[in-house]
């Protein structure tokens, strides 16, 4: 989203959103703001008062301190924002329970930064930095030998990194807060991975220019490369191993040796997504606008849904579930579409509708009938409740996501992406699902990682990071106090 301001008149830019003018904030000075997904947070003067927008849409207003701001931190999936300024005290609103709280600080507050592991609050105030826990008004402080008493800062977060930037002084500073995770390096990639699997004691990974590595243990053991275009993504199915691949082509492996069984030109486009059709069949998705079904061992096409726009325009597919038992399905879009799909009569009938972003993957929670929903362009976790088919958006901090997971329990998934893991608890209540993030922790050293997978004969998860296939133990992640941003 934007903020933009033309002749007088302020208004909203969102992706997919028609621009929406913000009457109430014409005329009035706006002496802090910060905008978040949907969340759009101002603090405006003539009088001193909080207004908070919904996707352009005014949610809640209240009377404001009327302190100089220094910086508004926004906490978006949690429904607060803490504004830090020239004051004793540090303005917390919450517009989820419509309130404002104050906690006190020494003398003034300089900086404040939200860390997603609890809901606290990193600030830097007249030379020392604290940690505040707003629900409990505990604060303690940090050790920090690079103290100074400037009255100019800023906190910030990248890529799993924490920095104070002191402007008077020219000095960023790094600021550790967590211990880092204890993974261990298992195998190096020649390529960037798209996709990684578990079996038992194999793990494969896809890479993005067509080399699909195998492992057993800790060891590497196979290296093969059929396919002429990137890898992107593979699907064990009892003694075999699938691959899609960018080449519009699908391939079968035996398992673990990887030896090519059978391989079939799949799609007029890229193949995007395989799913599990029952115990002799899978389905693929293609950017042509075409779900596929294969009989195994063979690879013989049996089944086709070409879907089209309302314009009459292939729709280009990418994730995809389908459960043939009850006769259900869910696909996704590289233009932002979810396909619901409903087999009636002997034909499968899709239902289209708008999609956040692009679905990427799926992870299927089977205990819970739900499932795990990761978009990208832009980045979101969601649930799909399979009762009642709504889609719950997750509280996921705005971290760029791109894998999931199972987790150590049928309750619980992993999410992984740029610098960061989060792990989630999803239970089924009266009312429906819901989910909260019971772990989190943000490392720049793990740098950018692509997909993940659970290995339960090892207790662990494997992760394909820019350059090699990382093992993290599920006792890895520690109990809450443990979890941490920023890196020593």
């Keep these: 989203m934007a903020l933009v301001e033309s002749e007088g008149e302020r208004r909203l830019l ?42 352009g849409r ?63 609050l990193l600030v830097h105030a007249h030379g020392a930095l604290l940690l505040l826990d707003p629900a409990s008004g505990e ?50 990639l020649s390529e960037p991975a798209w996709d990684l699997v578990s079996v038992g004691e194999e793990a494969y990974v896809a890479g993005s220019t067509g080399e699909l590595l195998g492992l057993t243990g800790d060891s590497r053991v196979r290296s093969r490369r059929i396919h002429e275009a990137g890898i992107s993504h593979l699907l ?39 799913a599990l059709g029952g115990p002799d069949a899978v389905w693929s998705a293609s950017s042509d606008g075409e779900l596929k079904r294969w009989r195994l061992p063979e690879l013989l096409p049996s089944e086709r849904i070409p879907l089209r726009d309302g314009e009459g325009r292939p729709i280009p597919l990418h994730a995809l579930w389908i459960d043939e038992e009850t006769g259900r399905g869910l696909a996704g879009s590289w233009n932002r579409l979810l396909i619901r799909l409903e087999r009636r009569g002997g ?5 289209i509708e708008p999609a956040p972003g692009v679905l990427y993957r799926i992870l299927p929670l089977p205990r819970l009938e739900a499932l795990v929903l990761l978009f990208i362009e832009p980045s979101s976790l969601a649930l799909l ?22 987790g150590p329990d049928p309750e619980r998934f992993l999410a992984a992406g740029v610098a960061a893991l989060g792990l989630w608890r999803v239970e089924r209540a009266p009312e429906g699902l819901a989910a909260r993030l019971e772990r989190f922790h943000e490392q720049a050293a793990l740098g950018e990682l692509s ?38």
Aim: glycine share 6%; with cysteine; aromatic share 6%.
């Design 58 to 120: 005014l949610r809640w207003r209240h009377p404001a301190a009327g302190y100089r701001p220094h910086q508004l931190a926004l906490l978006e999936d949690a429904g607060q924002a803490a504004l830090c300024g020239f004051a004793p005290e540090i303005e917390i609103i919450d517009w989820e329970r419509e309130r404002v709280r104050r906690l006190p600080v020494p003398v003034s507050c300089n900086a404040a930064l939200w860390l997603p592991e609890g809901e606290r």
């Design 451 to 488: 997909a993940a997978a659970a290995q339960a004969s090892r207790r662990r998860w494997l992760l394909a990071s820019e350059e090699a296939v990382l093992a993290l133990s599920w006792e890895s992640l520690g109990p809450p106090e443990r979890a941490g941003s920023g890196e020593p």
């Design 139 to 188: 604060i303690r402080a940090q050790p920090w030998p690079e103290a100074t008493q400037q009255s100019r800062a800023r906190l910030l977060a990248s890529r799993g990194r924490i920095l104070l930037a002191e402007p008077e002084s020219a000095a960023l500073h790094l600021i550790p807060l967590a211990a880092p995770l204890p993974v261990r390096r298992l195998a190096e």
């Design 14 to 55: 969102a992706a997919q959103v028609a621009p929406r003018s913000l009457p109430e904030l014409a005329g009035r000075p706006l002496r802090a703001a910060v905008l978040g997904r949907r969340i759009l947070v101002t603090l405006l003067d003539a009088p001193s008062e909080w207004l908070v927008y919904d996707q």
């Design 347 to 351: 034909a499968w009938q899709p239902r």
């Design 236 to 274: 064990p199915v009892g003694s075999f191993l699938l691959s899609a691949s960018d080449d519009r082509s699908i391939a079968l492996w035996d398992r673990p040796e990887l030896e090519l069984r059978f391989r079939s030109r799949a799609h007029e486009f890229l193949v995007n997504h395989l």
């Design 385 to 406: 409740d399979l009762r009642d088919g709504r889609l719950r958006p997750l509280p996921d901090h705005g971290r760029r996501w791109l894998g999931l997971a199972a």
